[in-house]
């Protein structure tokens, strides 16, 4: 049934960049079109990591990228005119004549409004439609802005309404689920060569002794800024999954719009962001494996507050010394059964259970639902009705001092357990 509604959605609907700096006067026949990024439904900036650094690794000056974040839940707010007042500062920042527009999803609906008056239109050189709703024809007034049209036949998302559009560029890439379409290789394959009309040719990563990382600290769900948010950076034992000292190694403020940067972080190393939204606010903790390069989409979601469908969905979330509450994001594709593995402390979370295909789960719940002490195993029925999101019941004792140990995929991350009024964690592959 969710399915349906999210099918609508995409028809119907489909703020802010990750580079910032000021207007200058370049030559713009030396430099690729800016790209603009619509995110889809319940997502973020940082649908679009993958496809910035490889964007960068293929010669992409960072500046020419931009991702747009918007409300998804709020379907009442004029999303098409927050679009153009985007792509109008990208133009003027730039100097460019025109931007690409990439939209994913429900930014695929939102895109496809956009592009439906002849003077928004005439401000786009191309656009990317991926894992989105299939349209009549390709964008803009009489179909005329050159589209591509990115589609799976694995995207249980769009798998009643997706396809190819006739008059579009179209590529099906099969197998891929409906964040994959937007994360894999070779969907930035297609997107560049539309784009460039030519392939691109990857740098490789260069070592670095230290990075940036920076992004926007944001409410979950409605992607409104946490604008007190405190950001604090600590270094973590692989093996324990205990901080390296007691003190951040780094720590900044959010601004007005939830942007922040870190300097001088060390690669390849497991990392702890910790985000306070505000003083009052339960932390949020944040468990990274480590960093291989600069990082300007990385984002961290407080825990939602007042009436919104989230902030309701999370209320209920145990605040207690007696458990850790624990979530686990895979930031670039879902979690299949009988496809990928997920296990925490020897609990499996890849199952048809926890993780059907039609699901498209990227982010699981775990905490003890029931109050028995014990690892149950059993889905929670609070998220039976989302998309993307699952839960189990799973029980993690903060006192027994041993980390808890989660693979996805061949990869491990060590952890350690936080008493939930302490905070709610998130480790994220």
Known sequence: MWRQAFLMFLLAFGATAWAQGPSRKVNETALPRPVVFVHGFLASGDTWTRFYSDFVRAGYPPERL?????????????????????????????????????????????????????????????YVHIGSARQKQ????????????????????????????????????????????????????????????????LRPIASKTSLSIGGRAVFFGDNKPASEGSIELYYTDPRTGQRLSEQPAAQTQADAQGRWHLENVRPKTPAE??????????????????FEQPNPLVYLRALPTG?????????????????????????????????????????????????????TA???????????????????????????????????????????????NGQRQRVRKIPSNQGVQVIVF
């Open 138 to 201: 390709p964008a803009g007034p009489g179909g005329r802005t050159p589209t591509l049209n990115l589609w799976s036949d694995g995207d249980r998302v769009t798998a009643a309404g997706g396809g190819d559009i006739e008059g579009a560029t179209n590529r099906m890439l099969p197998g891929l689920d409906h964040y994959q379409v937007a994360t894999h290789p070779n969907a930035f394959r297609e997107v560049y060569r539309f784009l460039n009309d030519s392939l691109p040719r």
């Open 362 to 408: 990227i982010s699981f719940f775990l905490f003890d639902e029931n109050g028995n002490g014990r690892t149950d195993g059993t889905a929670l029925n609070r998220f039976a009705r989302f998309p993307f999101l699952n839960g189990a019941d799973a029980f993690f004792s903060p006192d027994d001092g041993a980390p808890v140990e989660v693979y996805f």
């Open 307 to 359: 009436a919104s469908m989230t902030a309701m969905l999370l209320a209920g979330l145990p605040d207690t010394s007696a458990q850790s509450v624990i979530s686990i994001y895979v930031s670039h594709q879902a979690v299949q059964a009988e496809r990928d593995t997920l296990t925490i402390d020897g609990l499996t979370l890849s199952t048809l259970t926890l993780a059907p295909p039609e699901k």
């Open 273 to 290: 962001l910790v985000l306070r939204a505000s003083q009052s606010a339960r932390p949020v903790h944040y468990f990274f494996a480590g």
């Open 66 to 126: 931009y991702a747009h974040d918007w409300n998804t839940l709020n379907q009442a707010a004029d999303h098409v005119k927050a679009l153009d007042e985007a792509i109008d500062s990208v133009l003027a920042r730039t100097g460019a004549r025109q931007a690409d527009l990439i939209g994913h999803s429900a930014g695929g609906g939102l895109a496809y409004r956009y592009l439906a008056d002849s003077t928004r239109a005439a401000k786009v050189a191309r």
